[in-house]
């Protein structure tokens, strides 16, 4: 079945580190999208690519960085400089551009991120 | 602006009581809009979506949503609320080509739906 798949399901990580969560899909969609949702806050768009090669910064973009160098794959590093990177993190894609509009998004289970 | 907003962050019902999550949006350009559901430390699942034609939308375990252009609204309804139903509710809208969020959702801040016995 298609889908797309977030590793892993729990992830700890020390003061200063970079950690990177895994984002896989096999839904043959352009569109991937990485949000930070914290209890009360909804979803917060932190990147998004609409292409391989290709990514824009979304609201809270700082601190966090990604790659999209396979149209199947599209990692997210949270990095040292993030502040307060304690949060679960959805993925999710798409079909590119219009198709949104009558197809919307598919999600990923999420990763929980907690530093310790 | 183009926007989103879900009146009521906390909903609480009884269970075999109706259950209304509202939901409306602003702007000129006609919308598509989105029902998702989020149950504990999951990913989000489609319930419902509306796009064109038939304004009242059926989704998955028995919710609806009606889009209302002249309320700009498309609140959820079920007729009644089972214990399972308790989860956090989003609503989401894209405004195709003529919006300034072309080819991406904007996102309600969610309610959350507690159900009693």
């Not at chain 2, 926007?3 to 009581?17: C, D, F, I, K, R």
């Not at chain 2, 080509?97 to 991406?104: E, F, P």
Request: charged letters at 15%; glycine letters at 10%; one cysteine or more.
């Amino acid at each position: 079945d298609g889908g797309i798949t977030q590793s892993p399901k729990y992830l700890f990580r020390k003061e200063g580190q970079n950690v990177t969560l895994s984002c896989e899909q096999n839904l043959n969609h352009d569109a991937m999208y990485w949000y930070r949702q914290d209890p009360g806050q909804g979803l917060r768009l932190i990147y998004y690519s609409q292409i391989v090669n290709d990514f824009q910064k979304g609201d809270i973009a700082e601190g966090y960085s990604v790659s999209r160098e396979k149209k199947e794959s599209f990692p997210l590093t949270v990095t040292s400089a993030q502040k307060n990177p304690t949060a679960f993190y959805l993925c999710a894609s798409s079909p590119r551009g219009v198709m949104t509009e009558t197809y919307g998004y598919t999600f990923g289970s999420g990763t929980r991120l907690t530093v310790v | 602006a183009q926007s989103v907003t879900q009146l009521g962050s906390h909903v609480s019902v009884s269970e075999g009581a109706l259950v209304l999550l509202r939901c409306n949006y602003s702007s000129s350009v006609p919308p598509y809009l989105f029902w998702y559901v989020q149950y504990p430390n999951q990913g989000l699942q489609l319930l419902l979506k509306y796009t064109t034609g038939a304004t009242l939308v059926k989704g998955i375990n028995g919710f609806e949503a009606e889009f209302k252009k002249s309320e700009t609204s498309f609140h959820l309804t079920k007729p009644s609320a089972h214990m399972s139903d308790a989860a956090e509710y989003f609503c989401a809208v894209t405004w195709g080509a003529g919006g300034t969020s072309y080819g991406k959702l904007t996102f309600g801040q969610g309610t959350i739906l507690t159900v009693h016995p």
